[in-house]
């Protein structure tokens, strides 16, 4: 079934839920045991899951960021942003599905959906076209299913280290230094 998310298909989804699972097994494991054993009791599976799912929302986070011309984020935001702008718009103004911009010929079909803002290209439309949506192709690092659940959290877990984690991590530091008796 062609939808704005991708051909839903039965395939896509079970290496969607696979990658989920995987994740939320992985996540598990790097709060409770490093060593990799394949029993996690459910509590264990569902803090891993909850921390996927944390990662996964800040991987989304900052691609919004990095795709979105409404915040001047210098660092975050690339300066060819609006490069793909005019095929964008291209493609609402015919009613096509946006997806990603290395297979687009093949798969757009006119009239095949409304939008009700032809005129704007708004974030995650570049999103869309970049990346391609959740469930294009299966087993692609770039764009599709395996980069949505699977690169996005990473992107996410790297994020929250840079931003949150380093800072902690340096404040922590110099508060050792200065405020700690030896």
């Given amino acids: 079934m062609r939808t704005r998310l991708g051909e839903i298909e ?3 989804i079970i290496i969607a839920l696979f990658l989920i699972s995987f994740g939320a097994f992985a996540c598990g494991h ?7 054993v394949f029993n996690l009791d459910f509590i264990h599976w ?29 660092g ?3 300066d060819t942003i609006r490069d793909n702008d005019k095929d964008i ?3 609402k103004k015919n009613g096509c599905y946006i997806y990603c911009k290395d297979r687009l010929y093949k798969k757009s079909i006119k009239n ?3 939008y009700s803002n032809k005129n704007e290209v708004s974030a995650i439309d570049r999103i869309f076209f970049e990346y391609g949506p959740p469930f294009d192709e299966p087993w692609d690092f770039q764009y599709g299913t395996v980069h949505w659940f699977f690169m996005n959290p990473i992107i ?10 380093l800072p902690l991590g340096i404040i922590y530091f110099f508060f050792n230094l200065i405020f700690v008796q030896h």
């Fill in 10 to 12: 039965l395939g896509n």
């Fill in 30 to 36: 790097m709060i409770y045991d490093p060593i990799p």
């Fill in 46 to 74: 569902f803090r891993g899951f909850l921390l996927y799912s944390f990662l996964f929302i800040l991987g989304l986070i900052y691609q919004f960021l990095e795709h979105t011309t409404e915040f001047k984020i210098p």
């Fill in 76 to 78: 975050v935001q690339r």
């Fill in 89 to 91: 718009l291209k493609l």
């Fill in 112 to 114: 095949e959906i409304d």
């Fill in 156 to 165: 996410g877990g790297i994020t929250g280290g840079f931003f949150v984690l």
